[in-house]
């Protein structure tokens, strides 16, 4: 993604050079347009562009109008181009085409240091903060003055009136036609911006977080304030692995015996993993169907309305619900590995919380999406315990999928890729009674996904575990099963091999033949898989095929599952592997 947009920069900035240099006329005429033929995702981009439009009106405030007048004398025929350095020890052009003009954040939004979500952020606007806007950028950006210097916002997230702001009263012909065409400055500025944005990138909704959702066991400890039927504030933490400037939430209460209703939703900063406490200035509204009551009916999931919200990849978010009626069954993901709170009252905006609870699970949250470019996608990660990260420490981050998400936002090459954990502990691979298995979940938690392009399988185990015969053919049958499922989405799927458990009680002879029968399929040339991590080798003690290297253990000394070195080496194999896989 990263290398698309540099291209398409140094081509517009060669465009708009040649128009100067050759006395064409003012560069803001010129477009540069990128052909797609995917008319799903042009009609996305056109819709998103629609809503962000900025309309002009000569009603402005009084303070609007003493800078709105000064715009009007602005120079915007010259285009500067710009060289900046970036991680990859490259240059990256674009063009900066000189304006004056006065704008508002129309939400809370990220200021960076360059025309893109690929350069630092330095700041954040508040909804409704006056902002001098100094240039457009060929990327469709904003150059801003900002804390004595400059920084660049996305032209989507700056308008020209500010938010509920009353209108002036003066009118007078002067002052009109002032206003005119100062805001038709901003107004033509924006349209361009709004153009240069369409044509630079096609995007699309891919998920950035998710987790496979459960129905609460009678043995699962619930805090008693999520039972109580008062009005609760439930705040929960996730880590999405994409960054991005808009975003939606499935929530689901698909094990739901009634209603869920959400009174309020918000987002926010948090400020730590280990602190319920938020960033307040960062809060922002969830809305479903322009409300801020949000009801999902029993055994049903929702997706909400899509809200401006500017994050960067691996930041923690935190998501407040107001709930006034609890399902009498909790739609859940049983392992978070990180922890989450829950209050009596009403706190979705504050941090003014007393007798708070603290749980270890996800309720009702099932995605994040974020818009991002199409040139990326969602990998999603199937799995039991060994992908959920079963023994690792709380707030640890310490997940195969965690790793593997920081070291694709390391590669300039694949950070256009989130990593969506779906493991389940305790769950077998084999039947589709439900969704508790591997099989069972290949719709809602692979092909439903959005925006997945690829599935990385490690499961079975389990299977293996419990088996009182040779089933190994029908480990075999459930993958083709899978990955026939998954290509008829247009998603490529990646085998990994069983990996070793002698030492555990799940050895035997019996077990270990079928470990290595379908691991044999896995990396054979008539596998159906798309490609294949050989985990197996990879884990395995150098004197004894059979059992995991003593270094990769749990802390339980289980020789089944990984300690935090053994997850993290986990997803270093298979982002190695990635790296050369994915072109």
Not at 159 to 186: F, G
Not at 223 to 234: D, K, L
Not at 372 to 381: K, L, N
Not at 427 to 456: H, K, M, P, Q, W
Request: proline share 1%; hydrophobic share 35%.
């Amino acid at each position: 993604m990263k290398k698309f947009r540099k291209v398409l920069s140094l081509a517009v900035a060669l465009v708009m050079a040649l128009t100067v240099f050759t006395g064409c006329g003012n560069s803001s005429n010129e477009e540069v347009t990128v052909a797609s033929t995917d008319a799903e995702v042009t009609e996305a981009v056109t819709e998103a562009t629609t809503t962000e439009e900025v309309t002009t009106t000569t009603e402005v405030t009084t303070e609007a109008v003493t800078t709105t007048t000064e715009a009007t004398t602005a120079v915007t025929t010259e285009a500067t181009t710009v060289t900046v350095a970036t991680t990859e020890e490259t240059t990256s052009a674009y063009t900066v085409e000189e304006m004056s003009a006065v704008m508002y954040a129309k939400s809370s939004v990220n200021v960076r240091s360059g025309p893109s979500t690929d350069y630092d952020r330095i700041g954040h606007l508040d909804e409704g903060e006056e902002v001098t806007v100094t240039g457009l950028a060929s990327t469709g950006w904003y150059r801003i003055s900002f804390e004595g210097g400059e920084g660049y916002v996305s032209n989507n997230y700056l308008v020209t009136e500010k938010p509920a702001t009353t209108t002036a009263t003066t009118t007078t012909a002067a002052t009109t036609a002032a206003t005119t065409a100062a805001t038709t400055t901003a107004t033509t500025a924006a349209t361009t911006a709004s153009t240069a944005s369409t044509t630079s990138s096609s995007e699309i909704w891919v998920a950035s977080w998710g987790t496979s959702m459960q129905t609460a066991w009678s043995s699962d400890t619930i805090p008693s304030e999520a039972t109580s039927g008062s009005t609760v504030t439930i705040r929960q933490q996730i880590r999405p692995s994409l960054g991005g400037d808009e975003v939606r939430f499935v929530i689901s209460n698909q094990y739901g015996k009634t209603d869920l209703v959400i009174d309020s939703m918000e987002l926010a900063m948090l400020n730590s993993p280990s602190s319920y406490k938020i960033d307040t200035s960062t809060r922002t509204t969830v809305t479903y169907n322009g409300s801020t009551k949000i009801t999902v009916p029993a055994g049903k999931t929702i997706t909400t309305d899509a809200i401006s919200f500017s994050f960067d990849a691996l930041d923690d978010i935190a998501v407040s619900m107001k709930i006034s009626s609890m399902p009498s069954t909790i739609t859940l993901h049983r392992a978070s590995r990180c922890t989450n709170w829950v209050v009596t009252g009403s706190h979705v905006s504050d941090n003014s919380w007393s007798s708070v609870s603290e749980f270890k699970m996800w309720y009702f949250l099932a995605e994040m999406d974020v818009m991002a470019d199409s040139s990326g996608g969602a990998i999603v990660c199937l799995g039991d315990s060994l992908t959920d990260g079963a023994s690792i420490d709380n707030n640890s981050f310490a997940r195969y999928t965690d790793k593997l998400a920081e070291l694709l936002q390391a590669d300039s090459s694949l950070d256009n890729y989130s990593v969506i954990n779906m493991g389940v502990g305790a769950t077998n691979f084999l039947g589709t009674t439900d969704n508790s298995t591997g099989l069972g979940r290949v719709t809602r938690d692979i092909v439903n996904v959005a925006g997945v392009e690829y599935c990385i399988v490690y499961m079975g185990v389990n299977d293996i575990g419990g088996a009182t015969t040779d089933i190994s053919q029908k480990i075999i049958d459930g993958y083709e099963k899978l990955i026939k499922e998954c290509h008829e989405a247009g998603i490529k799927v990646i085998g990994c091999t069983i990996t070793p458990f002698n030492g555990s009680s799940y050895y035997s002879e019996l077990h270990e033949q079928i470990r290595l029968t379908v691991n044999k399929y896995i990396t054979s040339s008539s596998s159906d898989f798309d490609g294949y991590i050989d985990l197996a080798s990879a884990v395995a003690s150098s004197s004894d095929s059979s059992k995991m290297d003593s270094k990769y253990v749990s802390t339980w000394n289980d020789y089944l599952h990984f300690n935090a070195t053994g997850y993290r080496y986990v997803g270093t194999t298979i982002y190695n592997y990635l790296k050369d896989f994915i072109s």
